[in-house]
């Protein structure tokens, strides 16, 4: 990893300079993450009569980014057996509300449940214990059925907070420590504030002056959006959102995580929520991350894991930050300025056996496919195009599964003559042939009816 050159340091510069005097902000703060690090930070404003000097290890609130805190931590207790996402929430948490929702639903906000506590203001009062929260919850007037839209509740992460502690042992926050903060290193996350930290404020809409927010202890509703860090920390979880860590997350798990679970017909496919994770338009296709609010702060964080890209913004004003557009439009000008550099193609040392009778030219009726060896992958194209349609992975069974496209997670098989040559493919009841309609296949082979 090097850092951006003076110029794109400029241009970002720039980017975060226009968004605190748009959103007047009393202190802007954020960072660009590419190949697995920081390579670029800045800061812009002061921090309103504070005596401490604004930088990358300054912090500030990151409200619902902590949600995505929570659910790593549930998808590790799955990883580890100890829960099932398909398990009904009752399963862990007996007698609660909503108990016959699933952890799943609850992870991608389609549980259908209220979006906050009975009560007050929770963000702006101070906290209760988990059995005070539990027994206000009144799951008779439910917005919506399970499954049936994307509605965005942070009185289910309050919920999972809670299994989290019961399944791991110990708080909630003591398990964001141990299984998250400490393996990749974030010394500087906490979940009240240390020095130096920013203080949070509202900005009077006419007079510009400062009204200080308080800074509660959320108590159960912690896991909702309680935690503080720094644009150097939240670079160090940026760079694990795409590359995964050994003591933390798989690569696999978090590409199940980044996958579209729920959403809206007013987004469309502009915007949707996976397994804990904000997914939106934008940068190679998809960025993923999350959005925070508290009062006080504003907070972003998305990472491109195509192009290994990622951008972190933090702010101490209740509004004025465009909380995903500011890193979108950060990582729009690092690639406008740095492009990415594609991995170089690299000539195949050796085709598995498996593989091998796959290669060339199949036909799925009249369609001409194109199937070869790239990277680990069998990957087929249209003839006539040359867009790829389908890829397979070679398992250690020798097993052909589809990684993308509509066979995806689906096997490919090789149907064989008496003599053990191969006479088609075929997935899910698609057969592929060497020739068009070959008569020596099943179904669809043979000439068309009406030929």
Known sequence: MSPVTDLTSRRLLAVVA?????????????????DGGLVWSGEYGGLAGESIEPGPDVQYRIGSITKTMTAVLVMQLRDEGLLDLADRLDAHLPGVGYGDRTIRSLLAHSSGMQSEPEGRWWERSPGVSFDELAAAIDDSNAPFTPGQTFHYTNLAYGLLGEVVARLGGGSWFDQVEERLLRPLGMARTSYLPEAPAAAGYSVHHFAGTLTPEPAQDTGAMAPAGQVWSTVSDLGVYASFLIDGHDD??????????????????????????????????????????????????LAGLFVDPVRRTGAVSLANATVGLRCAGLPTDLLEELESSEPTVVDAWEPATEVPAAVEELLGLWHWGNTALAFSWERGEVVVTSAITGAVTERFRLGDDGTLLGTSGYHHGEALRVARNPDGSTNHLVCATFVYTRQPYDPRAPIPGGAPTGS
């Open 18 to 34: 226009r968004e605190q005097a748009e959103g007047r902000l009393p202190s802007l703060a954020a960072g660009v993450v590419r």
């Open 248 to 297: 933390v997350l798989s690569r696999a798990t978090l590409a199940e995580m980044r996958t579209p679970l729920s959403g809206t017909a007013e987004a469309g496919l502009s915007s949707g929520q996976g397994l804990g994770l904000r997914l939106s338009s934008g940068g190679s296709g998809t960025l993923v991350g999350h959005t925070g609010s508290m009062p006080g702060f």
